[in-house]
């Protein structure tokens, strides 16, 4: 089934008076809303409040099903009047709608959803779907499609025609009404305008936790299949790239990667027994780029590599035939010394926790033959204190204290660089590298307890909490206990609002979800109340029905 939308000729705006604020509103629809046995020759016309700006009209009609010939659309007024050229099918439902973008000259929107349904028949589909759309961004609006399944569902439902449209409201609320029997797929996209032209990677988009959505009879109501709008992938996972730079490969990925799972990654080179990669490392300041040193390869000769084991940093692995590509490789010298590139936390950093990990990353891959030795963090009395070292890849170096660290105290790391190198034996830049920073006050935390609460009384499997404040990402994430009990500690004073997910993939994070192949996103739940957390003071008996 497809969508069109239709046009029709413009008309000049009313005179003066006073300035209108309000959108026109619907004061009644022929043949009305939920009428059968509508005659397949009837025209639709719509009656508002105020009169209609044509072009409004034309934008942002929808009909299902589609008519093999556009209707004619007329405005007149108060007035739109919709005639088709073929007859109506016998015993059909038909939606007409404009969602809420339907304007009066002044461009003041509905403020309502303009919609309408009429059956050919001697009953009407009577289906719902509803839920709510979250994190909405500003000035924006919010369309819901819903595809029908017939035998199966596209392959792309980005690619495909909706059977169903429908728009949130101010608060996100969503409804599909007269509905078939049958299974329903859905999709929100956000849009800066009313009609989204062409769908791309700026869109926000959103899966639900719900695929397939059951219609099982002409009136079956399915509530709360709700959205959370962000950022989802469109294209395919893939290396898009290899450019040589100095003595390196850099590739280009269509997506940023996951450094901790791509960090141990498997490049192949084919016709090639062993690898050759002598050091390989992804970027810390763009993570969509990754660079490889080969050793043993020959000038001006083509190669082609293989990659297994690289994520993105939804979770997706790169496959076949994405993993691959062909380069031709060039030699050249490696004169340029390695940096400090950028450090976590940043140099002078503020508030950080007594546990933190302390990150270096490099411009390039650099050798450090023992880190404990030639690094060394000293607490606030000036003393050395022990911590361990992992390579997160070839340029960043992960530095964890054994201990926590003293609260509201500053340390200091020092790093003498005389024996590092890169694997051109470049020596380091700076012979001394100094990091400091300075610990949180835990007096100025405070913490926030209560219960979790479920209508089958049982907390599901790996139910995960966590609290936001303001547009900073979820601070410290928990799992209740089975008896549904929370603690979320460490919380600086402000306003939080919660969200509660089911973390089905243990990965510590909500996932939303695949377009191709599809896959659901994460059951979950965002609370609009906004809790107030003061330092130094629990917030007790928050609790939550999920």
Same mark, same amino acid.
């Given at each position: 089934m497809q969508i069109l939308f239709y046009g029709c000729a413009a008309q000049g705006p009313p005179g003066g008076g006073p300035k209108d604020k309000t959108g026109p509103e619907l004061l009644s629809v022929f043949p009305a809303s939920g009428a059968t046995k509508v005659n397949t020759a009837t025209e639709v016309i719509f009656t508002f409040s105020e009169a209609i700006e044509p072009r409004s009209a034309e934008n942002s009609l929808v009909i299902t099903p589609v008519q093999k010939k556009r209707p004619k659309i007329k405005v007149h007024r108060k007035k739109v009047t919709i005639s088709f050229y073929d007859p109506l099918e016998e015993n059909t439902t038909y939606i007409l709608g404009f969602g809420r973008n339907i304007q009066d000259y002044r461009k003041n929107s509905s403020p309502d959803n303009i919609t309408t349904a009429f059956a050919t028949g001697d009953s009407l589909d009577q289906g719902q779907i509803s839920g709510q759309v979250f994190e909405i961004p500003k000035n924006s609006y919010t369309t819901i499609y819903a595809f029908k399944k017939s035998e199966t569902f596209p392959d792309s439902i980005l690619g495909a025609q909706p059977d169903y449209i429908s728009s949130a409201d101010a608060d996100g609320k969503y409804r599909f009404t007269n509905l078939a029997a049958g299974e329903y797929r859905l999709l929100a996209i956000a849009s800066q305008t009313p009609r989204i032209p062409v769908i791309t990677a700026k869109n926000p988009i959103a899966l639900p936790a719900v695929d397939p959505v059951l219609i099982k009879r002409r009136n079956t109501i399915?509530?709360?299949?709700?959205?959370?709008?962000?950022?989802?992938?469109?294209?395919r996972f893939r290396i898009q790239s290899g450019t040589v730079k100095e003595n390196r490969l850099e590739l280009s990925f269509s997506r940023a990667l996951d450094t901790q799972k791509s960090k141990n990654a498997t490049?192949?080179?084919?016709?090639?027994?062993?690898?050759?990669?002598?050091?390989?490392?992804?970027?810390?300041?763009?993570?969509?780029?990754?660079?490889?040193?080969?050793? /043993?390869?020959?000038?001006?000769?083509k190669y082609t590599l293989i990659v297994d084991g690289i994520v993105d940093d939804s979770g997706e692995d790169l496959c076949e035939p994405d993993n691959s590509m062909t380069f031709t490789y060039i030699e050249k010298a490696d004169t340029i010394k390695p940096k400090l590139n950028t450090t976590v936390p940043a140099k002078g950093g503020r508030d950080i926790d007594t546990r933190p990990e302390i990150r270096l990353n490099f411009t390039e891959s650099v050798i450090i033959k023992d880190p404990l030795i030639s690094i060394q963090i000293n607490g606030p009395d000036s003393l050395p204190i022990p911590f361990r070292y992992?390579?997160?890849?070839?340029?960043?170096?992960?530095?964890?204290?054994?201990?926590?660290?003293?609260?509201?105290?500053?340390?200091?790391?020092?790093?003498?660089?005389?024996?590092?190198?890169?694997?051109?034996?470049?020596?380091?830049?700076?012979?001394?590298?100094?990091?400091?920073f300075t610990t949180l006050d835990i007096n100025s935390f405070g913490s926030?307890?209560?219960?979790?609460?479920?209508?089958?009384?049982?907390?599901?499997?790996?139910?995960?909490? /966590?609290?936001?404040? /303001?547009?900073e990402g979820l601070a410290h994430p928990v799992r209740p206990l089975e008896s549904g009990q929370y603690e979320i500690v460490k919380l600086l004073p402000g306003k939080y609002r919660f969200f509660i997910w089911e973390d089905r993939n243990i990965n510590g994070r909500w996932d939303p979800g695949r377009l191709m192949p599809f896959q659901a996103a994460e059951p979950f739940r965002w609370y609009s109340d906004e809790i107030n957390v003061r330092a130094r003071w629990e917030t007790a008996e928050v609790n939550w029905n999920y």
């Open positions: 399915v509530n709360n299949v709700n959205f959370r709008l962000g950022k989802l992938y469109i294209n490049i192949k080179i084919i016709g090639m027994d062993q690898s050759p990669v002598q050091s390989f490392w992804i970027n810390d300041s763009d993570t969509r780029f990754a660079n490889i040193i080969f050793r /043993g390869l020959t000038a001006d000769q992992d390579w997160l890849d070839d340029n960043s170096l992960l530095l964890t204290p054994e201990n926590a660290l003293e609260p509201k105290s500053e340390y200091m790391l020092v790093a003498n660089t005389a024996g590092w190198t890169d694997f051109a034996g470049n020596v380091f830049d700076d012979s001394l590298l100094t990091l400091s926030i307890t209560g219960k979790v609460q479920t209508m089958s009384s049982e907390i599901p499997q790996n139910l995960t909490i /966590g609290c936001r404040s /303001g547009s």
